[in-house]
């Protein structure tokens, strides 16, 4: 495993990061922590949870697994980052207490003002008390560092660092949307802040469209998980790359991926940015963020059924629609326009004209 600095905190953090998000069994505690003791023992330090994710569940698992790990008697530091998204003091410290008594730690290395999606968010979150909390919890010693999570293009986020506020950042960033973040990661360079990447593989779109990202394979014997997860061990402004991870074979996979990885020359890394000649920042990363319709359309089905607009794929829009997802393009009739998936979409993807686009090419086939 390769370990870099997070910013100036003095923690070596690994290349890649544990995220739980994406647990395959988990109500299954016992056996899914035995994944997470599996990454640890191959070298991964960085265990990213929070409130809700994977049912809810994901913190106890971490919370299991955090107990085993710490009988192990490693030297391996272990480092642990949690988040809230209340807007209130009040709220983001019962978030904070019930995420310590889950994870059964006394601190939290890396703790998350969650989920800055729209610019102001932040002074929302002053004015609700939230920040005033995370600040007392950091003096009373319940929090190391504190960090944002941020969906925010690039020139926000570094709106945001510039409060100085911050000692870290988890961001969205991946081959296929690192041009809409270079803002943001260049602003918390700057600043020597940590920096963090999730969505690492564009939500499965990198790995399964390899005629579209095909150019990120510059080494000879890359798979396209190599090449995406290359791609973002070559930015040594980042810390640690967030993995998904559902299983010990994702474990497995992704570290022989960090063993294999060679630093490109300037002429590998002149043919990734000649490669990137799209604009990928306009795909669906099937994050699902967008549920928040009124009319319970599922907008994440029909968005990340467009992203088939953009890449080359033998499939149709129908039969995606229908065979993948379960859904028929005049379910979006019911659509009101109110707006609300738009202001949500982490992508901030223009939604209601990807819809038109579907319903045009369903036409058209
Ligand atoms: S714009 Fe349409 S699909 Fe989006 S939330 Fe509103 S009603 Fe639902
Ligand atoms: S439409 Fe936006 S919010 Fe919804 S799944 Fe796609 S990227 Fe995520």
Not at 54 to 63: F, K, L, R, T
Not at 115 to 126: K, N
Not at 293 to 307: G, L, Q, R
Request: proline share 2%; charged share 25%; glycine share 8%.
């Amino acid at each position: 495993m390769r370990y870099s600095q997070y910013g100036t905190t003095g923690k070596q953090v690994s290349a890649i990061g544990f995220g739980g998000m994406r647990f395959a069994r988990p109500a299954a505690i016992d056996e899914m922590a035995e994944v997470v003791l599996h990454a640890y023992d191959r070298g991964i330090n960085y265990f990213d949870t929070a409130p809700g994710y994977c049912d809810d569940h994901s913190e106890q698992i971490m919370g299991a697994a955090l107990r085993q790990m710490r009988k192990r008697g490693s030297d391996l530091p272990i480092y642990t980052s949690s988040k809230s998204n209340k807007p209130t003091g009040d709220g983001l410290r019962r978030d904070l207490e019930r995420t310590l008594r889950r994870l059964d730690v006394d601190s939290i290395d890396f703790y998350h003002c969650w989920y800055l999606l729209h610019p102001g968010e932040l002074d929302a979150r002053i004015a609700g008390g939230a920040i005033d909390a995370m600040i007392r919890a950091k003096e009373e010693g319940l929090i190391d560092h504190m960090t944002f999570s941020t969906h925010l293009p690039g020139d926000e986020i570094r709106k945001v660092i510039e409060r100085d506020i911050f000692e870290g950042v988890l961001l969205g960033y991946s081959a296929a949307n690192y041009r809409y973040r270079e803002a943001g990661i260049a602003a918390a360079s700057a600043r020597s802040m940590g920096v963090v990447v999730m969505n690492s593989l564009g939500g499965g779109t990198i790995v399964e469209n390899e005629e579209t990202f095909g150019y990120l394979k510059v080494h000879e014997g890359q798979s396209m998980l190599d090449a995406a997860l290359h791609f973002l061990l070559q930015e040594e402004r980042i810390a640690v790359r967030l993995v998904g991870f559902r299983d010990m074979t994702d474990v497995d996979t992704a570290i022989d991926s960090v063993e294999s990885f060679r630093p490109y020359s300037d002429e590998e890394l002149a043919s990734l940015i000649s490669g990137a000649d799209r604009t990928f920042d306009a795909l669906c990363t099937g994050c699902m963020y967008c549920r928040v319709c009124p009319v319970d359309i599922a907008v994440w089905k029909f968005v990340e059924t467009a992203n088939l607009l953009y890449l080359s794929s033998g499939e149709t829009v129908k039969d995606r629609l229908r065979y993948h997802w379960g859904v028929t393009i005049d379910q979006l009739d019911a659509c009101i326009s109110c707006g609300a998936c738009e202001r949500a979409c982490t992508q901030q993807l223009p939604i209601l004209e990807r819809f038109e686009a579907l319903k045009a090419a369903v036409r058209a086939e």
